[in-house]
Nanobody
Framework: QVQLVESGGGLVQPGGSLRLSCAASGIIFSNYAMGWYRQAPGKQRELVASITSSGTTNYADSVKGRFTISRDNAKNTVSLQMNSLKPDDTAVYYC?????????WGQGTQVTVSS
């Protein structure tokens, strides 16, 4: 059974930082590209950052320079370090794994940026 379990969400003030983590099980983690998506109320889900099996990263323009994605294949985890958070970053953040046409999603974790 495949599971992606996110953690680390919460309430933070503008300018603050959070670190999201996603623990994967039931897949050969090192084969999969991993990504973080987010969905704000009334908006479509969007890609925030991704990292390939070989470690190449990609970021949405809105988070470049503020967010960093990383993976630890030994621990089957992917993380998203989020700095200089803005109210517009408020959303449910989802972990995603992808290998060819096979994709899995986590249940999501809420990130709220508010004073």
């Amino acid at each position: 059974q495949v599971q992606l379990v996110e953690s680390g969400g919460g309430l933070v003030q503008p300018g603050g930082s959070l670190r999201l983590s996603c623990a994967a099980s039931g897949i050969i983690f090192s084969n999969y590209a991993m990504g973080w998506y987010r969905q704000a109320p009334g908006k479509q889900r969007e890609l925030v950052a991704s990292i390939t099996s070989s470690g190449t990263t990609n970021y949405a323009d809105s988070v470049k320079g503020r967010f960093t994605i990383s993976r630890d294949n030994a621990k089957n985890t992917v993380s998203l370090q989020m700095n200089s958070l803005k109210p517009d970053d408020t959303a449910v953040y989802y972990c995603n794994s992808r290998w060819s046409i096979i994709t899995y999603w986590g249940q999501g974790t809420q990130v709220t940026v508010s004073s």
